[in-house]
């Protein structure tokens, strides 16, 4: 089975920050594949199934993972 780790991917056209937690397949060291899967009335930053690049950064007090570009 494949590692996975918590991230967190912003949701767009909500009308302030808004970012949706998943679980993401660990490909190497920073590279996560999103969930091939979204629920139908969000919209992410990127979409289901892509390879993303992500950092550590605080959301709501703590540090996470946060998805932040595509790879």
Request: net charge negative; proline share 7%; charged share 30%.
């Amino acid at each position: 089975m494949a590692d996975e780790a918590l991230i967190y991917v912003e949701l767009l056209d909500e009308g302030a920050d808004v970012w949706r937690p998943v679980v993401a397949t660990i490909e190497r060291s920073g590279v996560y594949r999103l969930p091939l899967e979204q629920p139908a009335e969000e919209k992410w930053a990127f979409p289901p199934g892509s390879r993303v690049r992500c950092e550590a950064r605080v959301l709501e007090d703590a540090q996470q993972l946060v998805a932040v570009a595509a790879v």
